[in-house]
């Protein structure tokens, strides 16, 4: 029996206690997913090196339908400290809010303040603000793209059918609501934990509203805790992001995962007139990750920044799909993406802008810049772009190489060892993704992570209890 049908079965099985721990507007949308999910499948594309759903799918994996509470200390709650930014910290184990009124060491919320910003529960929120969540969750996880175009649906089909998935099961999540003017001095950092020990997926949820005029800065922090030296833990993770009129939004997901985690993540995001968004994609560590990203500039002026970076090592495997859609005319996109693979790593990039007709005067960019340190090293890269307006300013590219030997020789002649030089390298190759974050402290704190992963050394932010663990 296919992993689709599997799932389809334990929902319809098991639907009435998946609704009773979930909110109204979560379970209105389950039938239709699992109507989408049967008539698409999970699939990934037939010319490309993907994870595969269909395999990473088929295990047998503990689901927390009853929303058992997992045991959890205030040092499971770890915080990823980031010198001289002031966060405002919300957890997530596996795929369950977790308030924080339970960590001793944080104030609580999780609920509306005055200002009419909620950040918190995913369930609280539907059921506390059933109408704002109904016009906005699950409107572009479910979302068909037409462009006519055979290779498109490929791609399109293997996303709704995990989106899909994800809706049919999904019980919880996070949410960061900001209403029309209102602008977040503080960064909102959600810790993201995956925590068990047996094998396990997490069905997560993210659903960010920016109204119009409204402004916030958003950290993901992606990690896993090994109970069990052989626990596979899966994470299925969709995020919608809806950016109002003149809003502005940086969203930053940082990974470190070990080697038994797979993730399967969407972000899906819509922009309207003159709004801004940066979004960068950051993984140290990781097991099996493949990260979609849809974008859509739906009206003028809308603005876009999309970086990713990863390093890995052993046999750690990432692949990044992006699909930047210009709608509307005067709108700008900026992508950037850096692999440096060491030992047996493997990784892919897949990266299509598509300049619909009628968006004149596009300025839309994509670069993908890749290190391989090791014969053994592969990666796969192909960027595309397709143009259908006039007067537009468009480039891609994309190079596989390795250190610049010329380099590395002038800098030992000056005396650096080798290892240092190499070092240096690598890291002033990361330098403008990691200046892609808008974010300051959050910047350079990714720089000296950056660096003790280049040495070799433990990639944990600091105080974090994980690493006990690993």
């Known amino acids: 029996m296919s992993a689709e049908k599997q799932y389809i079965e334990l929902y319809r099985s098991q ?19 699992a109507q989408v999910l049967e008539r698409v499948g999970l699939q990934r594309p037939k010319d490309f090196s993907h994870v595969d759903p269909e395999v990473a799918l088929s295990a047998d994996y503990a689901l927390n339908l009853a929303r058992y509470q997992v045991p959890t200390s205030r040092e499971d709650l770890f915080t990823c400290a980031v010198p ?52 906005y969750y699950n409107k572009l996880a479910s979302q068909r793209t037409d462009t006519g175009d055979v290779r498109s649906a490929s791609y399109e089909a293997c996303s709704l059918g995990e989106s899909a998935l994800n809706t049919m099961l999904c019980q919880d999540g996070f949410v960061l609501y900001v209403p029309q003017g209102v602008q977040l001095d503080k960064t909102v950092q959600l810790i993201s934990l995956l ?35 052989q626990v596979v833990q899966l994470g299925l993770q969709t995020v919608e992001i809806f950016v109002g009129q003149r809003a502005t939004l940086d969203f930053c997901s940082l990974e470190e995962h070990h080697e038994h ?76 993406f850096k692999y440096v693979l060491d030992d047996k790593a493997r990784g ?27 014969p053994e090293a592969r990666m796969v890269t192909r960027p595309e772009l397709e143009i259908y307006a006039d007067d537009v300013k468009c480039s891609h590219g994309a190079t596989v190489g390795q250190l610049d030997q010329q380099a590395l020789f002038y800098m030992r002649t000056r005396g650096i060892p080798e290892a240092e030089a190499r070092l240096l390298l690598m890291f002033a190759f990361m330098g403008d993704v990691i200046d892609g974050i808008r974010i300051e402290p959050l910047r350079d704190r990714l720089k000296h992570l950056v660096e003790k992963r280049f040495r070799g050394e433990l990639s944990q932010c600091r105080g974090c209890a994980v690493s006990a663990a690993r």
């Open 15 to 33: 639907r009435n206690l998946i609704d009773e721990h979930a909110a109204p507007v979560l379970n209105a949308c389950r039938e239709e997913a």
């Open 84 to 135: 001289e930014l002031s966060t405002q910290v919300h957890f997530l184990v596996n795929e369950q809010y977790v308030p924080q009124a339970e960590v001793s060491h944080v104030s609580p919320s999780g609920i509306a303040t005055d200002e009419g910003v909620f950040c918190g529960s995913l369930r609280t929120f539907a059921a506390q603000y059933p109408d704002v969540a109904a016009r």
């Open 195 to 229: 925590r068990s020990v047996d094998d396990m997926m997490a069905v997560q949820r993210l659903l960010i509203i920016l109204e119009d005029d409204a402004r916030a800065n958003l950290l993901v922090c992606e990690h896993a805790s090994k109970l069990n030296e």
């Open 261 to 336: 985690v797979i993730r399967l993540g969407q972000i899906y995001v819509r922009q309207e007139a003159a709004s801004n968004v940066a979004i960068g994609l950051y993984a140290l560590t990781v097991g099996q990750t493949r990260n979609r990203v849809h974008i859509q500039l739906a009206a003028p002026d809308a603005q876009t920044q999309l970086y990713g970076m990863a390093t890995l090592d052993a046999e750690q495997h990432l692949d990044n799909i992006t699909f930047i859609d210009h709608q509307a005319p005067g709108c700008t996109s900026n992508e950037l």
């Open 348 to 374: 892919s990039f897949l990266g299509r802008i598509l300049v619909r007709e009628g968006s004149d005067k596009t300025d839309a960019h994509q670069t993908d810049r890749n290190l391989c340190l090791t």
